[in-house]
């Protein structure tokens, strides 16, 4: 599996959390889960059952709502997902 399986690509999104697998050229094995947004310890252990079940991969691309400030590695503002503002 972890060597078809190079990127696990997460969308964090209002309703779901979308996933798939990065070979380098396509995008494959996609799936969802729904997103917990108002408890941060549902929404980590969401996050953490989507990577758990990918098994082995080489990296993670996380797209996130809200602003980001990447200078400092904090969300800002979360959009839908109130559980992610300021973390």
């Known amino acids: 599996?972890?060597?078809e399986r190079?990127?696990?690509?997460?969308?964090?999104?209002g309703s779901a959390i979308k996933y798939g697998f990065w070979d380098g050229k396509e995008?494959?094995?996609?799936?969802?889960v729904p997103t917990p947004c108002e408890d941060l310890d549902c929404f980590v252990a969401a996050v953490d059952g989507v990577i758990e079940e990918a098994g082995e991969v080489?990296?993670?691309?996380?797209s996130a709502p809200g602003r980001i400030?990447?200078?400092?590695?904090?969300?800002?503002?979360?959009?839908?997902?109130?559980?992610?503002?300021?973390?």
């Open 1 to 3: 599996m972890a060597d």
């Open 6 to 13: 190079h990127l696990l690509v997460l969308d964090i999104g």
């Open 27 to 32: 995008i494959g094995g996609t799936g969802k």
């Open 58 to 62: 080489r990296g993670l691309a996380i």
């Open 69 to 87: 400030d990447v200078e400092h590695g904090a969300i800002i503002d979360g959009g839908a997902v109130r559980c992610m503002r300021g973390r």
